[in-house]
């Protein structure tokens, strides 16, 4: 199979792309003097080829309130619970990020909360 090279023009959208993932097509085909068919075909070309994988939000969690954070140690004493576990953090919203890890805890998790408080509230639920 062919390997997939990127050239100047490819490399320029990605750019934007990582700047503001949300870009319109012909607004990247303005900047880059080149027709907004041909960015599509470009990205829907990266996407097949695994370079481009979905695109993500970015949120301001301070604006939204939740300027506290706090990472949790989790200690399983089965690690077969680890995938159950997992599976329930993903059911709390607060819980932005979730890793298995090595060592003393099986998993650490960040957390997004109003204050101390509210924290201590998700850890305990």
Partial sequence: MKKF??????HQILDILIENA????TDIAKKLVVSAGTIH????????EG??????????YEKMGYSFISHIGI?????SKTK?????LRKIPNVTIAYITAGKYNIFCKIRAKDTTHAKGIILK
């Fill in 75 to 79: 200690y399983l004493d089965k690690t």
């Fill in 5 to 10: 090279i990127l050239d100047e023009i490819d």
């Fill in 22 to 25: 949300r870009t319109p097509f």
């Fill in 41 to 48: 075909v470009r990205v829907k070309k990266m996407e097949d």
């Fill in 51 to 60: 370079i481009i994988k979905g695109s993500t939000l970015t949120l301001n």
């Fill in 84 to 88: 159950q576990v997992i599976g329930s």
